[in-house]
């Protein structure tokens, strides 16, 4: 049996759909109840629990072979990282109690890093959950192709994408999360002992001239990527009503500076960027 969090997100639906098509057995483990009959009726057991009740959690792990496990995303944290410090207490409790043969954990390209910024939320799970007594993998995987979505808007009535990646001629590691689930579905088949960390990106880097090139030849009109001044983000991000920016805003410096980056040769797959720009456009 495999217990998959994040089942109606999509990379770890991604992961559950890799594995009912390989005929095995998904536990989809879900905090809302009222989203369980889609993964019923494809043949999961069922399994609810919040992502920081560490009993709940226990009773959704118990007896699975292994498990796929992912920090729900907190894009405005609380300075001190506390909603996602609470999901790692629980998830490390839960996992030390549930005992499977080994662990799958979705991490981020950059979890390395020192410098505190959004992704530190992840660099804290490795930290925690690396001292976990049973095999475990981190699955680092690359900026997400699909946060292009933010970029249809502005690309279909104005001809132009707002980035804060810059310059925008500059490329860097992006994965579609279909890879990213298919290839966490892949690493839960595996054996191995101790700790190991599995760096993921696309086919190709990808720039936000890139983005707006292809959707440009995909939408049939010019569109254009602009870099958006530095001294405009945290308004900006407020205007969002976002309450702390700060993490956020220190997240997309370190992909400009080059410190977030991959620690390692990287695994590649397979979807490229028109496919995951074509598959948004059609919704």
């Known amino acids: ?39 019923k009726a494809a043949g999961c057991e069922i399994a609810i ?14 007896g699975a072979q292994a498990v796929f496990v992912l920090l729900p995303p907190t894009f405005d944290p609380s300075p001190d990282f506390a909603e996602s410090r609470a999901v790692i207490t629980a998830l490390d409790k839960a996992l030390r109690a549930a005992r499977p043969q080994h662990v ?47 970029d249809l808007p502005g690309a279909r ?16 590691p992006m994965v579609a999360t279909r890879d990213v689930g298919t290839t966490a579905a892949s690493l839960l088949q595996q ?16 720039s936000p001239d890139d983005i707006a090139a292809t959707l440009g030849r995909l939408l049939g009109r010019e569109v254009t990527a602009r870099a958006v001044p530095r001294d405009s983000w945290e308004a900006r991000l407020q205007a969002q009503s976002m309450l702390n920016p700060t993490p956020r805003m220190r ?12 620690e390692h040769a990287t695994v590649k797959g397979q979807i490229g960027l028109e496919t995951v720009l074509k598959e948004l456009l059609q919704g």
Do not use: H
């Open 1 to 39: 049996m495999y217990a998959i969090t994040g089942i109606t997100g999509k990379v770890g639906g991604a992961v559950a759909r890799s594995l009912l098509a390989a005929g095995l057995p998904v536990r989809a483990v879900l905090r809302d109840a009222a989203k369980a009959a889609p993964w």
């Open 49 to 62: 629990a919040d992502m920081d009740d560490a009993q709940a959690l226990t009773q959704a792990f118990a």
């Open 104 to 150: 799958v954990v979705l991490s981020t390209v950059g979890a390395q890093a020192t410098e505190r910024n959004l992704l530190t939320q992840l660099s804290n799970m490795e930290r925690t959950l690396g001292e976990l007594p049973m095999p475990i993998t981190f699955l680092r995987a690359a900026w997400f192709m699909e946060n292009s979505v933010w």
């Open 157 to 172: 009535s104005e001809g132009r994408i707002d980035s804060m990646l810059q310059p925008t001629s500059r490329r860097i």
């Open 191 to 206: 054996t191995w002992q101790g700790k190991r960390v599995v760096e993921l990106e696309g086919p190709q880097t990808v």
């Open 251 to 262: 997240m997309v410096d370190g992909f400009n500076e080059g410190w977030i980056c991959f």
